[in-house]
């Protein structure tokens, strides 16, 4: 008896089912990620209106619960403050949110902060900046200096639609809580520039105010005092760290450059930095604690030092410019030199210097030289009549001179031949 199979339509039916039953589970496990996702995002939002309800709580009296008013406050001040961290997603969209990102905080008519976010916008966009100046040497101030001469504070904003408002907050040297934050409510609407003429610590606050909007409020600080340590910088070098000579600012050399800071007001509790800039990939960049016998760079880079002085009680000053080093210890290139006949001649033969090149300093204006580096001069070519042994050399700016082995020139013939005759008469 023969057993029978399942027939082609049968076997068309169970695929069917299967395939229906696969699309149920694919379209449950879908919607199910979905919601996870949807919820994951919810859960962030959350947390964003939770850290911006905790700063605004902290800072109160920068946000006053005045009806109406409306506050900015980006989410970097958040993550800044330790209130948020810095990976925050978009789960649905599978995006990073931006951290430049701003809340908008509202004061509604019960005098309750309300929250609004998007992570695809900013809610609210508006912002100063602030610029200070030294008087006398006009040098950028960053937000917490020290500096030993009047400071002049500039605010500035590309909205035309908003006003400037800041408060400032002073107090004497040595008068400073380090656990208190003097941050104040602007209250005060900009109109110029204004000068920081009196000794003390500085606590300036900020903001624009555009219609029932404000930017989140940003906080400087500086400290003018008169008795903070005056740099003084000076630059040596030398090729074997040894015999140091004075180096010239902005200028290439091939020897090793010492920074050496002093202070001229005769302190002696202080500490001595340099800040290293412009070389990338150098193991120099960066702070750099700077010691009694100096700092010394003897990599090849073009470098922007910038010297800093700091005291046992804070006071902290920078030189008034970074000042330029430029070392280059590479020797130049060349491809080869051509020209030299493998094959007699009886013509002058030019020989050429292919494709010098110095990638750090570059090559001197008379960088050639094809007697051994006596004479020098601009055009990589030069033309023998007879045979010699040419010693040629390429330099560089910083003066590293490239010796190329000896060109020996030795098939060039320029002499007739002479007929010798060795016949004898035999007779008349």
């Not at 700092?295 to 005291?311: D, F």
Request: with cysteine; proline share 4%; net charge negative.
């Amino acid at each position: 008896m023969k057993k029978k199979g399942f027939t082609l339509v049968e076997l068309l039916g169970v695929i069917v089912i299967l395939v229906l039953i696969m699309l149920l589970v694919f379209t449950t496990s879908s919607s199910v990620f979905k919601r996870s996702k949807k919820n994951l995002d919810k859960e962030t939002l959350n947390l964003i209106y939770a850290a911006a309800d905790s700063y605004v709580t902290q800072n109160v009296d920068s946000y006053p619960k005045t009806e109406g008013s409306t506050y900015c406050l980006s989410l970097n001040t958040l993550v800044n403050e330790g209130l948020l961290p810095e990976d925050l997603k978009q789960y649905v969209e599978d995006e990073d949110i931006p951290l430049s990102r701003t809340v908008s905080i509202t004061v509604d008519s019960k005098k309750t902060y309300t929250y609004d976010f998007d992570p695809n916008k900013n809610v609210c966009d508006v912002s100063v900046t602030l610029k200070a100046e030294t008087v006398t040497s006009r040098e950028e101030v960053p937000s917490g200096s020290t500096v030993a001469e009047p400071v002049e504070i500039t605010l500035e904003t590309s909205n035309e639609s908003g006003t400037i408002y800041y408060c400032m907050t002073r107090l004497n040297k040595g008068t400073e809580d380090p656990n208190k934050t003097y941050s104040c409510n602007p209250n005060i609407e900009y109109t110029r520039p204004f000068t920081l003429n009196t000794e003390g610590v500085y606590y300036i606050s900020y903001m624009l105010k555009e219609g029932s909007n404000n930017s989140t409020i940003e906080n400087y600080k500086v400290t003018y005092d008169k008795s903070a340590p005056k740099l003084v910088m000076k630059l040596y070098k030398s090729a074997d760290t040894s015999n140091w000579t004075e180096y010239t600012e902005d200028t290439w050399t091939n020897e090793n450059v010492k920074v050496d800071l002093s202070e001229s007001t005769s302190s002696t509790d202080f500490s001595k930095k340099i800040k290293i800039e412009g070389a990338l990939g150098s193991i120099y960049n960066g702070i750099q604690n700077v010691s009694d016998a100096g700092y010394i760079l003897s990599q090849s880079g073009n470098y922007k030092i910038t010297g800093i002085l700091e005291t046992e009680s804070g006071l902290k000053t920078e030189s008034e410019k970074p000042s330029t080093v430029k070392i280059d210890k590479e020797a130049p290139e060349i491809k080869e030199v051509s020209g030299n006949p493998s094959n007699w001649t009886n013509q002058d033969i030019t020989l050429t210097i292919e494709e010098a090149k110095d990638t750090v300093s570059g090559l001197q204006e008379e960088a050639y030289s094809f007697d051994g580096g006596s004479t020098w001069q601009k055009g990589n070519t030069k033309s023998y009549g007879s045979n010699t042994t040419v010693k040629v050399r390429v330099r560089d700016i910083a003066g590293n001179i490239y010796e190329h082995k000896d060109v020996v020139i030795n098939r060039i013939d320029k002499d007739k031949p002479v007929l010798e005759s060795s016949l004898e008469p035999s007779g008349w």
